[in-house]
C-alpha cells in the first residue's frame, strides 16, 4: 500500500476506531474478490504478490481508517461453488500508528448473490490467534484495544454502535456470520487494582432475522488452580441499541465475581467458586434494566481479607434480581449450608453510599423461611427455629455487618438480636446482643447447646427445677487477641431452684441469673426454703456466684440473706457440709425468736462436701430471743443479740437478762474435733441481789445493796455442770459481814473473784476479796435447795485485826449462817466499834464458834488458844477460855454493849494471870473477876479488877518500899512465904498502850496499901502512888476516914521505874498524918473514869 499523509487520515476516530472492527469484512471481500480471478474448485491457490498489492490498495480505499498488512494469501473455490479467501499474518493498525493487532490467519466465504451482481461480499469470516486488551476505567467505563500493549482503544458501547453500524452497510449486508477462535484476551480492571487474562477463547458474531447475535466462550486465568469458563451473549436487533445479554459462567471466584457489578460487590466477602447466570437488558437510551442473578456457590469461607481467620461453608446459594434505577437487590432466594448452619432467606438489599458507582454498604431485610444449626455439633440433632427475621447494614471496606434487629421465633417464643460483626486486620470483632421476654426452663436447656459450657447449662438443668424465666438477655463479645466473652441474664418467678446440694431447694423463688466471662451469679430476689425445723426461712437477697463455669469443680460463693425462727436458721446451718450446731455440741432448737442473717460460704462444686472444703463467714441478729438450752437451768432473754459463725466456730454477742440478771457479753463455740460440745459464754453482769437470788448463792439477805458491773466466763461442755468464773472491781457495790463487823461503802473498789458451777445446786468453788480491807480465799458450797450449804475461808483477813480460818454454815432460808473460826488470830485494839454488823438490828445474826490461836486484848496482853462460842442475835454474846499471852489460863463471857463487846474475866491463878500479863510477875494464887467496859475508841475499856487471897514474893518495888520504911519483919515475910493479900481490888481505865490505875487497894493481916498511877503496856514502865500501911490487921482502925487499904497510920510513897528497877520515894512525916488528911501529900495522875457500872455477866450465857 502507498504512503499516507496525516491529512489523508479521516478526522473522526470514533468511525475509524469503528471501522477497524469492520475491516475484516470489507478485507474479505476484497480478497474473494481478486481470487476469483485465480482460483480453482477444490484447490487452494496462493494469489501473486502483484494481485496482493492491489487487493490492499482496494481495501485501504473501502476501509480508510484501517492499515491492513498481510504476508500471504490463498483463493480455494468450494464444492458449493462458494468462493473462500484465506489470509495468513494478519497485522491490522491504525494509520497514526497506533496499537497493532495480529492474526495468524483470516479466512472467509464469499455471497454468490453479491458476486452475481457484480459485488463482492462477505458471507462468513473466521479468525484466529487475535490478541485484544480491554480496560475498565475508575468510573467502569470499559475500552477495547488491538493487542497486547494498546494505548487507546475504543469504548465497548461504541464498538457495538459500530458494528451495528457496519452491518447496515451494502457491503456487509450479506455478512451472516463472524467468528474468532484462539482470543487471548488481557482485560485490566483499574477499579479493581486486578487483571485478568483470557486464553483460547472464542467469539462469535452472528445475525439473523434482522438482529444480532453476539456469543463468547472464555477461560479466564485469575491465578487459582483452575481457569473459570464463561459464557456471554448479547442479542440486540439491528439499527436499534436496545439489546439483552447474559453470562453463564463456573468456578469464578467470589472476588472476581465481585470486582465486576455493585449489584455483586457483596460477594467480595466470599472465598469461594460461584457457578451460575447472569441477565441484564438496556433500551433504546442506554438505560440498564434489571439484573437477575442465580448464584451456585461451592465449598468456601467468608474471608474479607486473606489474614483474617475464615469461616468456612459447604455451599450456598442465591437468586436475585438487581434495580439499577433504585439500587435494590431483591433476593428470592439466599441459602446456605455449612456443618454449622443451614439456612434459606428471602428478602431485599438496598445499595448505599455509591462512590463512582460502586456501593460502600448494603441495607438489608431478610426473612428466613428455614434455619437449622448444629454448630460444631453441638447438639445431639439440629435446632431448627420456626422463623426469622432480620434489618442489617453490611460495610464492604472494611467489613462491617451490624444488626440492626433479629428476631427469631421458637415454639412460639421470640428472640431478639442486634449486634455488629466487623474483621480488623487479621481477626473478627463481634458484639452481639440477644433478648428474650420469656422461656421456660426447659426451653433454655433444650435451645442451650450441651456442648457450649456444658457445666453452666448441667447447673441451671440440675438446680432450676420449674417455673418460668423472663427478660432473657444475650451478649456474646469477641474482639482480636482477646478471650471471647460470652454475658447472659434472665430473671425467674414461681421457680424452685437449689443454691447447694446439701441444702432445701427455694419454692417459689424469683430473682435473676447473670453469667459473664464464665462467671455465674444465681440472685435470690423472693423465696423460702422450708427448713428441718423451725418453719420456712425467707432468702431474698441470697446469691451464687461460680467464679469460673469451665473448670472441673468450679470454686463458688454463696451469699447468704435469711429471716426466719432461730430454730430454722440454726436448722440451716446444722446440715451438712456446715454441722454448726453439731460441732457446738447443741440443739438447734436452742432458742425462741427471730434471725435475719447475712453472710458468705466459700467451696467448690463437688460431690460429697466436707466440712473442710467450705469456708464460710456468716453474721446475723437474734431478735425477742428466749432460751432453756443455752445455759443449762437459766432462761436467757435478749431483745437482740448478734450471731457470727465461720469455720473457728459460732459467736452469739448482745445485752440480754440471764434469769433477772442483765448482762452484754457474747456466747462462743470454737470448731474442731477437741471442742466439740464445748463453749464458752462471756459476758459483763449486773451484781447485785439480783445475782445473788437468781445464781442461788447463798449469801444472807442484805449482804448485797447497790450494784456494780462484773466479768464473768462460763464454760459449758457436754455433760458437765457449767463452769464459770467472775471477777469485778466491787465500785458501786455495798457489802457487809454483819458477824464481823465489816462494812464496803459503795464507792469503795477492790478485786472479787468468784469461780464455780451452775449445777444443781450450784457451787462455788473460788470465792477471792479484796476489798475495803478484807481479804477473802475460799470456796462455796450449796444445798440442793439453794441455801447455803458451807462457806470455807482458808484465809479471812479484815484491815489489822481480824486473820482467821472461817467456814460459815448454812441453817436454812431466812437464818443467818453459823460462823465456825477454827484458826486465825483476833486483834481487839483495832477491831471495828460501830457500823452495821454492830447496830443489833435487824433478826440478828448466827451463832459464832471461834478457836482462835490469838486474841491480842491490849499491848502486852493477849489471850491465846482462844475458845469461844458466840451468838449475835443483839450483838456478840457468849463465853470462852484462853490463857493468857499463852500461860495461864482465864475463862470469860462477853456480852454486847452498844456497838462492842464488854468482857468478864475470871481466873483461879490470879497471880499466873498477873505474871502472864507482864503486870505483877512476884504475885502467886488467888482468884481474879476482871470486868472490862469498852469506852471512847476502839482498844479503851473501864476495867474493874477484883482478887482474893494473892501472895506476893520477892518483889522488887515493894522490897525497895517496905526497906524504905524500915520494916524488917516484912521484908523478911517478903522473901520467904509472901505477903498474903487477902483482898485486893482496882479500878482502872484500860488503853491501847497503857493501864491507868484511878483506885487500887490491897489489903492483908500484915499490910495494907493504896495504889493509883499509870503502867506502859508497851515500855513496861509504871508512875504509881499510893499509902502503905504496915500491920494493917490493927493498923485498919482507921479505914473509916481513909481510903480502903489505908490504914490510921500509913506512909505515903512514890514507885517509878521497872518492875526490875523501881525507885522508891516515902514521906515519913505522912505517918504522922491521920488517914483524913492524907490527900494533901498525894498527887493527882490525872485521867477520868467512866461511871458505868460494872456490868453483871451471866455465867450461863448462851453458847
Known amino acids: 500500500m502507498s504512503d499516507r499523509t496525516s491529512q489523508d487520515i479521516p478526522k473522526r476516530r470514533r468511525g475509524r476506531r469503528a471501522g477497524i472492527w469492520a475491516l475484516l469484512s470489507l478485507a474479505l471481500l476484497a480478497m474473494l474478490a481478486g481470487g476469483a480471478l485465480w482460483f480453482a474448485t477444490g484447490r487452494q491457490m496462493e494469489v501473486p504478490q502483484a494481485i496482493r498489492d492491489r487487493i490492499e490498495a482496494q481495501i485501504d480505499a473501502l476501509v480508510p481508517e484501517i492499515d491492513l498488512r498481510f504476508s500471504r494469501m490463498f483463493v480455494t473455490l468450494e464444492s458449493s461453488g462458494r468462493p473462500r479467501v484465506v489470509l495468513r499474518d494478519i497485522r491490522l493498525r491504525e494509520p497514526t500508528g497506533g496499537a497493532e493487532l495480529t492474526l495468524r490467519e483470516l479466512d472467509g466465504t464469499l455471497s454468490l448473490t453479491a458476486l452475481l451482481e457484480g459485488r463482492f461480499a462477505p458471507k462468513r469470516v473466521h479468525m484466529t490467534g487475535a490478541f485484544l486488551t480491554a480496560r475498565r476505567d475508575a468510573q467502569g467505563k470499559v475500552d477495547v484495544s488491538l493487542g497486547e ?20 452497510r451494502p457491503e456487509f449486508r450479506h455478512l451472516v456470520a463472524v467468528q474468532l477462535d484462539a482470543v487471548t484476551l488481557r482485560y485490566e480492571d483499574l477499579r479493581a487494582g486486578r487483571g485478568w487474562t483470557v486464553d483460547g477463547g472464542r467469539l462469535r458474531l452472528e445475525r439473523a432475522e434482522g438482529g444480532l447475535r453476539l456469543s463468547a466462550d472464555l477461560a479466564v486465568l485469575s491465578g487459582g488452580a483452575e481457569a473459570a469458563t464463561v459464557q456471554m451473549s448479547y442479542e440486540s436487533a439491528i439499527g436499534s441499541t436496545a439489546a439483552e445479554f447474559g453470562v453463564n459462567f463456573e468456578d469464578m471466584a467470589a472476588g472476581d465475581m465481585a470486582s465486576q457489578s455493585a449489584a455483586l460487590a457483596w460477594l467480595g466477602i466470599l472465598n469461594a467458586p460461584i457457578s451460575g447466570a447472569l441477565r441484564a437488558s438496556m ?3 442506554g438505560a440498564m434494566g434489571p439484573m437477575h442473578a442465580s448464584l451456585q456457590i461451592g465449598a468456601g469461607v467468608l474471608q474479607p481479607n486473606d489474614e483474617i481467620r475464615p469461616i468456612p461453608f459447604r455451599s450456598a446459594q442465591s437468586y436475585f434480581t438487581y434495580a439499577p434505577g433504585s439500587q435494590t437487590l431483591r433476593f428470592d432466594e439466599l441459602s446456605v449450608v455449612s456443618d454449622w448452619v443451614t439456612a434459606r432467606a428471602e428478602g431485599q438489599a438496598h445499595l448505599r453510599d455509591l462512590v463512582a458507582g460502586w456501593p460502600s454498604e448494603l441495607l438489608g431485610q431478610f426473612r428466613l423461611t428455614s434455619f437449622t444449626a448444629n454448630p460444631a455439633g453441638v447438639y445431639d440433632r439440629p435446632v431448627a427455629l420456626d422463623l426469622a427475621e432480620v434489618d442489617f447494614r453490611l460495610r464492604l471496606d472494611p467489613f462491617d455487618l451490624t444488626l440492626g434487629q433479629m428476631m427469631v421465633q421458637k415454639d412460639g417464643q421470640s428472640l431478639r438480636l442486634n449486634g455488629q460483626l466487623s474483621a480488623t486486620a487479621d481477626d473478627w470483632n463481634l458484639a452481639l446482643d440477644g433478648r428474650m421476654d420469656a422461656l421456660s426452663r426447659t426451653g433454655l436447656v433444650e435451645f442451650w447447646p450441651p456442648a457450649i459450657k456444658p457445666k453452666t447449662r448441667d447447673w441451671i438443668e440440675t438446680n432450676i427445677f420449674d417455673g418460668a424465666l423472663e427478660d432473657i438477655n444475650l451478649a456474646v463479645r469477641s474482639r482480636p487477641g482477646e478471650r471471647p466473652g460470652v454475658y447472659m441474664d434472665f430473671k425467674f418467678r414461681d421457680t424452685d431452684l437449689r443454691f447447694m446440694k446439701t441444702m432445701p431447694p427455694v419454692r417459689g423463688a424469683s430473682g435473676h441469673v447473670t453469667w459473664m466471662d464464665n462467671r455465674m451469679t444465681v440472685v435470690a430476689e423472693g423465696g423460702q426454703v422450708m427448713a428441718d425445723a423451725g418453719g420456712a426461712v425467707a432468702v431474698a437477697g441470697t446469691s451464687l456466684v461460680i467464679h469460673d463455669t469451665r473448670i472441673k469443680q468450679a470454686p463458688a460463693r454463696v451469699r447468704l440473706r435469711t429471716d426466719s425462727t432461730v430454730t430454722a436458721a440454726l436448722s440451716l446451718l446444722n446440715r451438712a457440709p456446715l454441722r454448726v450446731m453439731d460441732k457446738a455440741g447443741l440443739p438447734v432448737a436452742l432458742a425462741e425468736g427471730r434471725a435475719s442473717a447475712s453472710g458468705q460460704l466459700d467451696l467448690r462444686l463437688k460431690k460429697d462436701l466436707q466440712p473442710e472444703d467450705v469456708i464460710y463467714e456468716i453474721e446475723g441478729t437474734l431478735s425477742g430471743l428466749h432460751s432453756e438450752a443455752l445455759v443449762k437451768d437459766r432462761v436467757l432473754r435478749a431483745e437482740a443479740l448478734t450471731v457470727r459463725a465461720n469455720n473457728d466456730g459460732v459467736w452469739i454477742g448482745g445485752d440480754g437478762q440471764i434469769g433477772a440478771v442483765p448482762f452484754s457479753g457474747q456466747w462462743h463455740s470454737k470448731s474442731g474435733p477437741k471442742h466439740r460440745g464445748k463453749s464458752r459464754i462471756e459476758a459483763t453482769l449486773e451484781l447485785d441481789e439480783r445475782f445473788v437470788e437468781e445464781f442461788r448463792i447463798g449469801l444472807p439477805e442484805g449482804s448485797f445493796w447497790g450494784r456494780t458491773q462484773g466479768a464473768i466466763e462460763v464454760d459449758l461442755q457436754d455433760g458437765r455442770p457449767p463452769a464459770f468464773t467472775m471477777s469485778s472491781a466491787l465500785d458501786g457495790l455495798g457489802l457487809a459481814i454483819p458477824a464481823l463487823g465489816w462494812t464496803k461503802p459503795e464507792a469503795a473498789a477492790g478485786q472479787l473473784v468468784v469461780a464455780g458451777r451452775l449445777g444443781q445446786p450450784p457451787a462455788i468453788d473460788r470465792l477471792s476479796l479484796d476489798v475495803a480491807g478484807l481479804s477473802a480465799e475460799g470456796d462455796i458450797s450449796i444445798h440442793a435447795d439453794g441455801g447455803l450449804d458451807r ?45 452495821r454488823a454492830g447496830s443489833g438490828t435487824g433478826q440478828g445474826g448466827g451463832p459464832i464458834s471461834a478457836r482462835l490461836d490469838r486474841v491480842q486484848i491490849s499491848e502486852g496482853i493477849a489471850l491465846t488458844d482462844f475458845n469461844g462460842d458466840f451468838t449475835t442475835r443483839a450483838g456478840v454474846d457468849g463465853r ?9 489460863g482465864v475463862t470469860g463471857a462477853v456480852t454486847p454493849r452498844g456497838s462492842r463487846s464488854a468482857f468478864r474475866i475470871q481466873s483461879e491463878d490470879a497471880g499466873g494471870v498477873f505474871r502472864s500479863a507482864g503486870v505483877l510477875k512476884q504475885a502467886t494464887g488467888g ?67 497503857r493501864i491507868h490505875i484511878t483506885q487500887g487497894s490491897a489489903v492483908g493481916p500484915s499490910l495494907g496499901l493504896s495504889i493509883d498511877g499509870l503502867y506502859g503496856l508497851k515500855t513496861g514502865r509504871f508512875d504509881l502512888q499510893g499509902v502503905i500501911s504496915p500491920i494493917y490487921l490493927l493498923n485498919a482502925v482507921g479505914r473509916v476516914i481513909s481510903r480502903r487499904g489505908e490504914g490510921l497510920f500509913g506512909f505515903n510513897y512514890y514507885l517509878r521505874g521497872t518492875g526490875d528497877d523501881p525507885r522508891v520515894q516515902v514521906n515519913p512525916l505522912s505517918v504522922l498524918t491521920p488517914g483524913i488528911f492524907r490527900d494533901i501529900f498525894r498527887r493527882r495522875t490525872g485521867g477520868e473514869r467512866s461511871e458505868s457500872p460494872v456490868p453483871e455477866l451471866n455465867p450461863q450465857a448462851e453458847r
Open 880 to 888: 470462852f477460855s484462853g490463857r493468857v499471852n499463852g500461860d495461864t
Open 927 to 993: 482468884a481474879m473477876d476482871l470486868t472490862l467496859i469498852p469506852v471512847g475508841d476502839a482498844g479503851n475499856y473501864d476495867g474493874n479488877l477484883r482478887v482474893r487471897n494473892i501472895r506476893l514474893r520477892n518483889a522488887p518495888a515493894m522490897a525497895a518500899l517496905l526497906n524504905a520504911i524500915s520494916v524488917i519483919g516484912l521484908l523478911e515475910q517478903l522473901g520467904g512465904q509472901g505477903i498474903h493479900f487477902s483482898d485486893v481490888e482496882a479500878q482502872f481505865r484500860l488503853s491501847p498502850d
Open 791 to 835: 462457806a470455807r475461808f482458808g484465809t479471812l483477813t479484815i484491815g489489822s485485826w481480824l486473820d482467821v480460818v472461817a467456814e460459815l454454815r448454812g441453817r436454812g432460808p431466812g437464818v443467818a449462817p453459823a460462823v465456825e473460826v477454827t484458826g486465825g488470830r483476833v486483834d481487839m485494839r483495832d477491831a471495828p466499834q460501830s457500823g
Open 149 to 168: 500493549y494498546g494505548a487507546s482503544g475504543i469504548d465497548l458501547g461504541a464498538m457495538m454502535a459500530g458494528l451495528d453500524g457496519a452491518l447496515q
Open 283 to 285: 433500551d433504546d437510551s
